[in-house]
């Protein structure tokens, strides 16, 4: 349809409102409550103008076009409609302006230099709202408040958690939490965008610097595997916040807490910043322009002492493809085989029928065109925020969920059957197949990273590929880090070369290189106190090894201790890379800010290690060149596996002990952040037991665990009858020392 906005013709669409029409042709309307991502309520009439034939001016967020539709957005009745509302926004907000971290971006400010009037009729004392503590992460200055209610309805609509309410009418009115427990939400962060005001702060960042003192810089999250699109804004070298980039494909308006905050981590105390050589049994400063010779030196003499199979290495899945890429190559040099980049696994017999690259199944935008989608493992609320908005979105079109998992918790999207059962029961009920889904339905089955870190997971794998098979559905995967698609593409594991081939020598997986006791071990981006499913087993590796080389960004005890080289490397933030995101995708990043001295760009090292081996790298960008080559000529298959494995698993006597993702200790960086660490999902590390363990222990001294020959004293643990039976369920949060085995079975003491 045709409509006319300030006498010039537009089309429009039926069901539009002149708002929407008016910002696709980029014409200015000022808007205070309305948000293209959440509900239209026409509170705050800042977006009155003129329409043809209409008496009053009218909210253009609210009005929807119609034939020949005449707006003016210029007129002298638009200006005095929006003037007079300006005026009464005003009457309670304060003039603080000069210290209010929102200005020289604040919404308010904007509109009322444009469309305000230089004094007011209303001369009455302003009113005062006692701020309350409602977030670690939000900090709050109530007396602002307009009453927008975009924080209020992106809680019900986005993040489908009701924390924020409107109290009181009239003058009265006042937005404070709805519960005791304030504001939660893995995605809370977004409603300090989303104030146009100053009513609602990012806490860690106030008063840290003015809005245009800072620098901008486009970044991608390397916190999980959906590829956030980010703006960072740095001050003095120094990153002091992050916002959403928009991106329509992938995270719209918003990011999750963990992207929001958790740069933080990067500022931590026990940063690595200095080169180190183990000499006599004491860490002392090496020369780093001796560096690149010693460890190209360490490496070859233990290829000729010994072999090149007596040689490990295990990479970080949150490495970048560039340093992936660099180091598959400089160990193609080196003709070693035993490479790996999943270190939180330990069953690795589905290797062979793992597709060539992990990937979702589809777009994030055409996840609303399935019918039902079947999660495995997985807490979207908490692992993937942003997929659960998403998930939402997917919901209202039609689409049905049934989430399989082994802890009771809510997800933010509405279930039609939520399973909380075993692994072990779960294989067994997709062998007997799911009512209300068949082969008549646009079906996808997602696997979460838990499920990886499976004593079985070849079989559970074999049992989800059979039943894919059975209702025709695509099988997509949630990897455990940000980069994992990266690490199969590239050849990071022991059976593939660049491009997903098979290669012709396979070498050893993680598993396997710890409990082979080898000469010589090399870690990249890795904490071994952290990142392994066993970090025993780590110890006696590096215990047994004759030579440990770190590449790392932080100096942990473990590090410390057995190190025999210590390369400092930056982060993200501090050199430039890409990742590929579960979509397939390739996104590059710049350099944000400065290394400290001493901190070096691991794809400069690699790089320099490649050029003493007569393999010359000149430059980022033509390494970067070679991935998208990768991508560009790899052909991708379905990524159902196919497994010849028929068994099933039979409950047996022990107990089963699974661990579950936490959102703010996934990668070294974000379990770092002090302002994530002070949130109430930080705080929760007790270990959840199933009540028939009563059965087999007295609870009230505590509870007694054997694993892998040891054992294990808890006291803070809470018995709960919604896990399944025969389960022991832990978090991998901070400092949690239950970390044996990520996912085991154990015998309790009775």
Not at 120 to 137: A, M
Not at 613 to 632: C, G, H, P, Q, Y
Request: aromatic share 10%; proline share 4%; hydrophobic share 35%.
């Amino acid at each position: 349809m045709k409509i006319y906005i300030n006498d010039k013709e537009y089309l429009a669409s039926e069901g539009e409102t002149i708002i929407q029409v008016a910002d696709r042709n980029n014409i200015h309307i000022p808007r205070f409550c309305y948000h293209k991502h959440l509900s239209v309520v026409a509170s705050c009439r800042m977006c009155l103008v003129e329409i043809d034939k209409v008496k009053q001016a009218q909210p253009a967020c609210s009005t929807l076009v119609h034939e020949d539709m005449h707006v003016n957005t210029k007129s002298q009745k638009t200006k005095d409609a929006q003037k007079s509302t300006m005026e009464f926004l005003l009457i309670n907000h304060p003039l603080d302006c000069p210290i209010c971290d929102q200005a020289g971006e604040c919404e308010l400010q904007d509109v009322s230099l444009q469309h305000g009037d230089s004094k007011s009729n209303y001369l009455q004392f302003k009113r005062v709202v006692v701020d309350e503590e409602i977030s670690p992460l939000i900090s709050t200055e109530m007396t602002r408040c307009i009453h927008c209610s975009r924080c209020v309805r992106f809680g019900e609509e986005i993040a489908h958690e009701k924390e924020l309410g409107l109290l009181n009418r009239g003058e009265n009115m006042e937005i404070r939490s709805a519960i005791v427990n304030g504001v939660n939400s893995e995605l809370s962060g977004n409603m300090i965008d989303l104030c146009p005001v100053g009513a609602l702060n990012n806490k860690p960042y106030s008063y840290k610097a003015r809005t245009w003192d800072l620098k901008q810089h486009i970044g991608i999250s390397p916190h999980d595997c959906i590829g956030s699109n980010i703006f960072y804004h740095t001050y003095n070298n120094k990153i002091v916040r992050a916002i959403p980039r928009d991106n329509p494909e992938i995270n719209q308006t918003w990011i999750a807490d963990r992207d929001r905050f958790g740069f933080e981590g990067i500022y931590s105390e026990d940063r690595c910043k200095k080169v180190m050589k183990k000499v006599n049994g004491v860490l002392e400063d090496f020369d780093e322009d001796m560096l690149f010779n010693e460890i190209n030196s360490s490496i070859k003499n233990h290829i000729n002492k010994n072999s090149n199979d007596d040689i490990g290495c295990f990479i970080s899945g949150q490495t970048s493809s560039e340093e992936m890429f660099l180091m598959k190559k400089l160990f193609k040099i080196f003709e070693i085989a035993n490479f790996d980049h999943r270190t939180n696994e330990i069953e690795f017999e589905y290797e062979d029928s793992f597709p060539i690259m992990p990937y979702l199944g589809c777009s994030i935008n055409e996840l609303r065109d399935y019918d039902n989608i079947l999660l495995f493992g997985v807490n979207i609320k908490s692992e993937f925020p942003i997929l659960s908005i998403r998930f939402n979105e997917a919901a209202k079109s039609g689409t049905k969920f049934y989430s399989f998992h082994f802890s009771p918790f809510q997800e933010a999207f509405p279930l039609e059957k939520s399973y909380c059962i075993s692994p072990k029961e779960i294989i067994n009920k997709l062998k007997a197949g799911i009512k209300g889904v068949d082969s008549t339905q646009k079906n996808l089955l997602i696997i979460g990273p838990s499920i990886n870190y499976l004593p079985y997971q070849t079989l559970f794998h074999s049992a989800l590929g059979l039943f894919s098979d059975e209702i025709k559905g695509k099988v997509g995967y949630l990897t455990d880090y940000c980069n994992s698609t990266s690490g199969w593409l590239l050849g990071n594991v022991p059976n593939r070369e660049i491009g997903g081939m098979i290669s012709s020598k396979k070498g050893l997986n993680t598993t396997q290189m710890l409990k082979n006791k080898l000469g010589m071990l090399i870690f990249y981006n890795l904490e071994p106190e952290h990142d392994f499913a066993n970090c025993s087993e780590v110890i006696k590796a590096l215990q047994a090894s004759n030579c440990n080389i770190f590449f790392t960004s932080y100096m942990t005890p473990l590090i410390e201790k057995y190190a025999d080289y210590i390369i400092p490397i930056t982060t993200y933030a501090e050199t430039s890379g890409s990742y590929i995101n579960i979509e397939g995708k390739l996104q590059s990043y710049n350099k944000i800010v400065k290394p400290d001295k001493g901190i070096l760009e691991g794809w400069r090292v690699l790089s320099e290690l490649c050029k003493l081996n007569d393999s010359i790298i000149n430059n980022i960008e033509e390494v970067r060149d070679e991935i998208k080559a990768v991508l560009t000529n790899t052909k991708f298959g379905p990524t159902n596996m196919k497994i010849i494995n028929t068994e099933s698993i039979t409950e047996d006597l022990s107990f089963s002990k699974y661990m579950l993702r936490h959102i703010y200790s996934t990668d070294q960086i974000v379990r770092r952040s002090q302002p994530l660490s002070l949130t109430k999902q930080s705080k929760n590390k007790k270990v959840l037991v199933s009540s028939d363990l009563l059965e087999h222990t007295d609870y009230s001294k505590g509870l007694s665990i054997y694993e892998n020959g040891k054992r294990y004293k808890i006291n803070d643990f809470e018995v709960n009858k919604n896990i399944p039976p025969r389960s022991i369920i832990y978090s991998s949060c901070f400092n949690n020392r239950f970390v044996e085995g990520k996912s085991s079975d154990i015998k309790i003491d009775k």
